[in-house]
């Protein structure tokens, strides 16, 4: 038995115990002769025997144990493909490939996305992969492949023309066929059979030779596509056609029984609709397009006190950077000089200019309305926001929906079954509906091959994520793939967490309430022991006191999350937080005091009781308005029988009177941050389809457990990376439109496979009874798949 050796890194590993672990585990395995693994490298060697184990297996293993093994992406950029078969094959291809954990690969964008595990493959294997199926494979480089692409439109360009050119008398030719046409002047030089036989020829095999090459890999890698369909219905009138010119005589050279101008109009034909295709397919990548280009070229950085204008990619984070009046932000930053507005429609699709002070976060690609200012410098090239929304637009963009799967397990035996059915139709017709008639059947059979296309089938869904995740981009929201554009649709229930969400977010003291003729030294040590605290409260706490006298670092500091804090400074003990903390620590809260708190809760402020040492001394009570627009948005769901939660760790009086507010009828209070997510498995155990709607750190485990996981832009990173969807605008009404824009693009994609389906159900047939002409069908195949794609780009016209 032939032994292989392997190696690849391993994720998960904390200490020597687990290395050991995976080692034993390992050479226990059937076939395995021997297993090291490597702490410190995180890297697992194994020789085995490939007859008794593999290399999935092994992996499998591996993640059994509850490891992981460390994998990375390549994004491809594929050409040579003309239908789904192709983008199929090229998937199932990769998938066998030992190392490759997925591929997806996306006909409309013609490109793929291939995850791999690290030491087993490479990315030059897999494009080599790639090439031994037949097509062309490159990393993804957005400029250097898009002057390729433009190149490769020119030369289909220059071959259409020609194609054009040489079919023209044929087409003329084919005119004086028919009696209705017959006051049509047709030259006899057209009618020559040896005539058409030279115009016909440079287009069957100059013109036409991508198709044979075509056809000839995937035949040769036991697969059938389009070029497979194209070769044989072109293949079969031309050589026929030739076969009866080669036999005529002089005196019948004008026959009209020859099939040349079908060859040559078909292939003609179908390089047009390519021609349209493409340039349809580049229209519903605009979003993207129109996402870089709004980054800005060069930036001002001042160096030594000297201004210095300078490429932008060549901005270093820490770099200062004047920005003036009406000029673009060239990259993300915080202002240390100067005020102003800032345009920030690009990031969130709100028209409405947003005021910025020094200490403000600035972002690239916004524009600088009014006043000079000069920012640092923070995130630059990948790492700015500009940046990763492009990556996660194209992400969504290059991922499969659900829906999508139907489709490509119906082309996958598209073109098998059609040359079947092609076969028959002679058949029938050679031998029972015109016995003899050879020409007849010939036609019938070409006209079945090349009305079917599984183009439009490979198209419909891909094309609608498009335009759909890029209309989405627009608006300031982001689906970080298909399948969220596709089931936001199902959402029956939103769960909206409060803070930041429903409300903006920016508490204000409204009632300060100390019962102590001590009042400001006790207010003192509030504001120094909330100083310490990073609790969103906790700054505006400090910033209502408004102490005047120097803040006092505590001695001792301890946060409850979900209670309050608890400190020590200058030996005294102070305790700040709700009722239950007081209860906890055997804190008595006098009556005065929860009257006072139960008023000011009716009017859905949050109260925070105060206590010294081991005595309630009084509260604050602090109001977080809620946004303009979250009454209308929380209404317009209700509408649309959505029901609506609101999930906060207020008490439940405070919370009925904010949801009261804005129409929620269903709270859910008082929770801790660990618990939101259990709450959200509740309602899923239910049988919700549960959308979860947050921005805070603690909002991030519930936002991973709902069916979609929708977090605020203006919210932390942790949360954002959490959810499925971002509403980079931070508005309730997002969600509404996300909604909105999911039921549109799903609706589309039905649409493109129910004409995809019909097409081909009523096209073959028709074909197959002779009531279709080969041009025509060859026509109608062409642009079947435009129009696929052309009710895709209406997508990018939905009013929000």
Not at 189 to 207: K, S
Not at 493 to 506: H, R
């Amino acid at each position: 038995m032939k032994e292989k050796e392997i190696s690849f890194q391993i994720s998960g590993m904390t200490c020597a115990a687990c290395s050991n672990r995976i080692e034993k585990s390992l050479k226990k395995m059937d076939g395995v002769m021997e297993a090291t693994v490597n702490l410190a490298l995180e890297k697992a060697n194994v020789t085995y025997t490939e007859e008794k184990v593999n290399v999935p297996q092994l992996i499998e293993k591996i993640k059994s144990l509850g490891y992981g093994v460390i994998t990375e992406k390549v994004d491809l950029d594929i050409s040579g493909m003309t239908c789904a078969a192709c983008a199929n094959r090229i998937e199932r291809g990769l998938q066998k490939q030992v190392g490759v954990e997925s591929s997806s690969v996306n006909l409309a964008l013609e490109k793929a996305q291939v995850e791999y595990v690290k030491g087993i493959i490479s990315a030059d294997e897999i494009i080599e992969k790639v090439e031994k199926l037949g097509y062309g494979a490159t990393v993804k480089n957005d400029e250097g492949n898009r002057d390729i692409k433009e190149a490769e439109l020119k030369r289909q360009q220059v071959k259409f023309y020609f194609a054009l050119i040489l079919s023209l008398p044929l087409v003329w030719a084919m005119v004086g066929h028919f009696s209705f046409t017959s006051f049509i002047y047709v030259p006899p030089l057209f009618m020559n059979p040896w005539f058409q036989f030279v115009l016909a020829t440079p287009v069957q095999f100059i013109i036409g030779w991508q198709f044979y090459v075509g056809a000839y890999k995937n035949l040769k890698n036991k697969s059938a596509n389009m070029d497979v369909l194209v070769a044989l219905g072109t293949s079969a009138a031309y050589f026929y056609s030739l076969y009866l010119t080669i036999g005529s005589s002089a005196t019948d050279e004008m026959m009209t029984e020859l099939y040349f101008e079908t060859s040559a109009v078909l292939i003609t034909l179908i390089l047009l609709g390519k021609l349209f295709e493409a340039k349809a397919k580049g229209r519903s990548s605009d979003a993207i397009k129109k996402l870089m280009g709004l980054q800005a070229k060069t930036a001002t950085v001042i160096k030594d006190g000297d201004e210095q204008k300078v490429p932008i990619d060549q901005v270093k984070s820490g770099d200062m950077v004047l920005i003036r009046p009406g000029e673009k932000i060239p990259v993300d930053g915080t202002i240390v000089k100067g005020q102003t507005t800032v345009d920030e429609s690009m990031l969130t699709g709100e028209s409405v200019p947003v005021d910025k002070n020094v200490g403000d976060a600035v972002f690239g690609a916004t524009i600088n309305k009014h006043g000079t200012m000069t920012i640092e410098a923070t995130n630059v090239g990948k790492n700015s926001v500009l940046q990763q929304i492009i990556k996660v637009v194209e992400e969504a963009q290059g991922q499969k929906a659900p829906i999508q799967r139907m489709a490509d397990k119906v082309s996958s035996i598209f073109v098998p079954i059609v040359v079947a059915i092609a076969i028959l139709t002679f058949t029938v017709w050679y031998l029972v509906v015109a016995p003899g008639e050879f020409a007849v059947a010939l036609e019938n059979m070409i006209a079945v091959l090349v009305i079917a296309c599984p183009c439009a089938l490979g198209l419909a869904t891909p094309t609608s994520i498009m335009a759909g995740s890029g209309r989405a981009a627009e608006a300031g929201i982001l689906f970080k793939g298909g399948e969220y554009l596709e089931s936001t649709h199902r959402i029956d229930t939103v769960v909206l967490d409060k803070t930041g969400t429903i409300t903006k977010g920016e508490p204000q003291v409204t009632d300060i309430w100390i019962d102590h003729q001590e009042k400001n030294r006790i207010l003192h040590l509030v504001a120094s022991a909330e100083n310490r605290s990073e609790h969103p409260l906790a700054e505006a706490i400090v910033k209502g006191i408004n102490s005047q006298e120097k803040l006092i670092e505590p001695a001792q500091f301890e946060a409850i999350p979900g209670h309050g804090i608890k400190a020590t400074i200058d030996t005294q003990r102070v305790l700040i937080g709700t009722k239950k903390l007081m209860h906890d620590e055997h804190i008595k809260v006098p009556t005065s005091v929860i009257e006072k708190k139960e008023a000011l809760e009716e009017e859905g402020k949050t109260v925070i009781l105060v206590a010294i040492h081991h005595t309630c001394v009084g509260l604050l009570a602090l109001r977080d308005n809620v946004k303009e627009t979250s009454k209308e948005a929380i209404q317009r769901l209700l509408n649309r029988n959505i029901s609506v939660y609101m999930m906060t760790g207020d008490n439940t009086r405070t919370a009925k009177a904010i949801a009261k507010e804005v129409g929620i009828h269903h709270v859910i209070s008082e929770v801790l941050p660990e618990d939101k997510a259990k709450e959200v498995e509740k309602l899923k155990q239910e049988g919700k389809v549960v959308a979860m709607i947050g921005d805070g750190i603690n909002d991030a485990p519930a936002l991973a457990t709902a069916h979609i996981g929708m977090a605020m832009g203006t919210g932390t990173d942790i949360a954002i990376e959490a959810s499925d969807v971002t509403l980079m605008r931070g508005d309730l009404m997002s969600i509404v439109q996300a909604i909105k824009l999911s039921n549109r693009t799903m609706r589309n994609i039905k649409q493109n496979l129910f004409w995809a389906f019909a097409y081909n159900t009523l096209g073959i047939p028709i074909a197959a009874a002779g009531f279709l002409a080969p041009w025509v069908a060859g026509a109608a195949m062409a642009f079947s798949s435009v129009s696929v794609v052309l009710n895709a780009l209406r997508l990018q016209r939905v009013k929000l």
